[in-house]
């Protein structure tokens, strides 16, 4: 079974359009995060929530907006889709959320807006 | 808030060369390091991580890690890589959350 699971894994979309990415984990963990992957391969936090409640909310643009209905899932909805948002999408998870804590990392969804 | 600096961005070893990947760290206190790499397509696989201890810490696949706190370093080495090691591998500082350096992306060489 894959620990962290998102999907699609590749998303294909034209500008404007509105898309969502979702997110699940089986570890039982109580702490989830969206990370974004440029194309030169730099990796930032975007969200994190733990527990279903938001946690870290760096500076995202509001059309994108995460959605946490339980603990295991990381739903992320991006509205109005520009051509910068192409990028690799990784889910994660940890257990509480301690920085000590090892991240349980997704397989990516790449995006790729045209 | 904590950053995280991999100097080189494309580093080219021969098969069975040693290799060493740098990092350097920006924090106030002690900080919690990690290195992950990425496979081609996935996600990132923790390799080893440093909370306090003893400096020298060894993770999966032969890699070791030296932490260096008047360098405020956390190299990665290896002494011998295998073709498989091709990968993009990052340095990581947890504190208030991960932040993760740009990446470093690994060449071998038959």
């Known amino acids: 079974d894959t620990a962290v699971s998102q999907t699609p894994k590749y998303l294909v979309t034209q500008m404007g359009n509105d898309k969502s990415i979702k997110c699940e984990q089986n570890?039982?963990?109580?702490?989830m995060y969206w990370y974004k992957q440029d194309s030169k391969k730099f990796l930032k936090i975007m969200f994190s929530y733990n527990n279903k409640e938001l946690i870290i909310n760096e500076t995202v643009p509001n059309r994108f907006s995460p959605k946490s209905p339980d603990k295991a899932h990381l739903n992320l909805h991006i509205n109005s889709l520009e051509l910068g948002d192409s990028a690799v999408y990784f889910c994660?998870?940890?257990?509480?959320?301690?920085?000590?804590?090892?991240?349980?990392f997704g397989s990516g969804t790449q995006l790729s807006v045209l | 808030a904590q950053s995280v600096t991999q100097p080189d961005i494309h580093i080219t070893v021969s098969e069975g060369a040693s290799l060493e990947l740098r990092c350097n760290y920006s924090y106030g206190a002690t900080p919690y390091l990690f290195w992950y790499v990425q496979s081609p397509g996935q996600g990132l696989q923790l390799l080893l991580k440093y909370f306090s201890g003893d400096t020298l810490v060894q993770g999966i696949k032969g890699f070791e890690a030296e932490f260096k706190r008047s360098q405020s370093s956390f190299n990665l080495r290896k002494p011998s890589v295998h073709w498989s090691d091709a990968a993009e591998y990052f340095c990581?500082?947890?504190?208030?959350?991960?932040?993760f350096g740009a990446g470093t992306r690994l060449t071998v060489k038959p």
């Open positions: 994660a998870s940890s257990p509480r959320g301690d920085a000590r804590e090892k991240l349980f």
């Open positions: 990581a500082v947890g504190a208030e959350d991960m932040r």
């Open positions: 570890l039982g963990h109580d702490t």
